[in-house]
C-alpha cells in the first residue's frame, strides 16, 4: 500500500492527542502513541516516563513491518494486534487506518482484556481523527502557495 507523506496541522495534532488522552484513561494504561509507517511519532499521550518514544517509534515500525511479513507468509494480510508481555510493563501494537501504528503502554494493574477492549473502542475515532489529518489546514495552505509568484519566487531567491 503506498504512503502518503502526513503534513500535520495543529488541529490534527490536537484531536489524535485527545484520543490517545481518552484511551489511556479508559484503558487505565501509562501511555498510548500514534506512529506512522515509517517510524515518525505522531502523537501521544500519557506518561512515557523514561521511554525514549524515538526509538520506541522506530523500533514499533521495524516490528510491524517484519510481522506484516509473517502475517504474508501464513496466507493473512495483516495480524490485527499484536502484545509484547513484559514482567512489569507491555506493548498492545495494532494498525489504524492501515497507515498508523497504535502503541499502548501498560503495566501489570492493568489486564490485557481492558487494553484490547479500549483499543477497539477507540479505533473507529482514531481512523476518523487519522483520515481526517492534513484537511483542516490543508485549503489554507494549498491557497497560500498558490498566491507566491514567479516574482516573489526570484526576490527571496537573489542575494
Avoid: K, W
Amino acid at each position: 500500500m503506498p504512503q502518503r507523506d502526513l503534513i500535520l496541522y495543529e488541529d490534527d495534532q490536537r484531536r489524535l492527542t485527545r484520543c490517545l488522552g481518552g484511551l489511556c484513561e479508559g484503558a487505565r494504561s501509562r501511555a498510548a502513541f500514534l506512529i506512522d509507517r515509517n517510524g515518525r511519532l505522531l502523537a501521544q499521550a500519557g506518561a512515557a516516563g523514561n521511554v525514549d518514544t524515538t526509538t520506541l517509534a522506530s523500533l514499533t515500525a521495524g516490528s510491524v513491518a517484519a510481522t506484516s511479513g509473517l502475517a504474508r507468509l501464513l496466507g493473512e494480510q495483516e495480524f490485527s494486534a499484536l502484545v509484547h508481555e513484559g514482567d512489569r510493563e507491555s506493548l498492545h501494537v495494532s494498525m489504524i487506518a492501515g497507515e498508523a501504528i497504535l502503541v499502548v503502554l501498560f503495566d501489570r494493574q492493568t489486564p490485557l482484556g481492558l487494553v484490547r477492549l479500549r483499543v477497539r473502542q477507540a479505533s473507529e475515532e482514531l481512523c476518523s481523527a487519522f483520515a481526517a489529518v492534513g484537511s483542516a489546514g490543508s485549503n489554507a495552505a494549498g491557497q497560500e502557495l498558490s498566491q507566491i509568484t514567479d516574482e516573489d519566487i526570484d526576490n527571496l531567491l537573489s542575494v
